[in-house]
């Protein structure tokens, strides 16, 4: 938790707009097995948004917010999970979801990557309607001061708008593995994509 608190201030410092807490990770295996994947424990949730707080209080950096990226967490710990960062007055943005940890896949006879008895985070396109479930549910849990950022498989325009139509307070996208397969050009055909059918739905309209 000290590290999350040392590093939201160093990152703070630099003047930027936002900061995201990724308590979907740090999913690391060390000699005793997996480490805990900070958005899955409630309390430790609880802990390092209150370090943050206190290392980057809101005086000091008023142009800065703070977002906290979650796990898809299962139903119980994902309402307690809300409800921490909506009492801990660090957090003004939540993005859901980071990777499902502790997929596997073959790669011919091995396991795609090492770490892990290869284990690894599941993303893409599998992740969206999880990630989508994660993010309905928190339209509920979550006060309408805090935004939505809306991750998990946005690979084309319509995925954008399936995310915003969920609520209000899902105020943007972010596009991690459709970059990583098909580069930065991705960005504009996805807003290209976006952008027409948001055109033919007014047109239809009209």
């Given at each position: 938790?000290?590290?999350?608190?040392?590093?939201?201030?160093?990152?703070?410092?630099?003047?930027?707009d936002?900061?995201?807490?990724?308590?979907?990770?740090?999913?690391?295996?060390?000699?005793?097995?997996q480490?805990?994947i900070?958005?899955?424990?409630?309390?430790?949730?609880?802990?390092?948004?209150?370090?943050?707080?206190?290392?980057?209080?809101?005086?000091?950096?008023?142009?800065?917010?703070?977002a906290?990226?979650?796990?898809?967490l299962?139903?119980?710990?994902?309402?307690?999970?809300?409800?921490?960062?909506?009492?801990?007055?660090?957090?003004?943005?939540?993005?859901?979801t980071?990777?499902?940890?502790?997929?596997?896949?073959w790669?011919?006879q091995?396991?795609?990557?090492?770490?892990?008895g290869g284990?690894?985070?599941?993303?893409?396109?599998?992740?969206?309607?999880?990630a989508m479930?994660v993010?309905k549910?928190?339209?509920?849990?979550?006060?309408?001061?805090?935004?939505i950022?809306?991750?998990?498989?946005?690979?084309?325009?319509?995925?954008?708008?399936?995310?915003?139509?969920?609520?209000?307070?899902?105020?943007?996208v972010?596009?991690?593995?459709?970059?990583?397969?098909?580069?930065?050009?991705v960005?504009d055909?996805?807003?290209?994509q976006?952008?027409?059918?948001?055109t033919?739905?007014?047109t239809?309209?009209?």
């Open positions: 938790p000290e590290e999350y608190a040392r590093l939201a201030r160093f990152v703070m410092d630099q003047d930027v936002v900061v995201e807490l990724n308590l979907g990770c740090p999913n690391v295996w060390g000699k005793d097995g480490k805990p900070a958005s899955y424990e409630p309390r430790m949730v609880e802990n390092i948004l209150e370090l943050v707080r206190q290392g980057c209080n809101s005086s000091t950096f008023p142009n800065t917010r703070i906290a990226k979650i796990s898809p299962p139903p119980s710990v994902l309402k307690e999970v809300a409800a921490a960062i909506a009492e801990s007055g660090t957090v003004d943005i939540v993005t859901a980071n990777t499902q940890p502790n997929g596997f896949m790669n011919g091995k396991p795609a990557i090492d770490p892990g284990l690894a985070g599941v993303a893409g396109a599998a992740l969206k309607p999880t479930g993010v549910q928190l339209c509920e849990f979550l006060p309408g001061n805090i935004d950022i809306a991750a998990g498989g946005v690979e084309t325009g319509q995925d954008v708008l399936d995310y915003l139509r969920l609520g209000l307070q899902v105020k943007a972010q596009v991690v593995t459709a970059h990583a397969n098909r580069g930065p050009q960005f055909e996805i807003l290209a976006f952008a027409a059918i948001k033919q739905g007014q239809a309209r009209t």
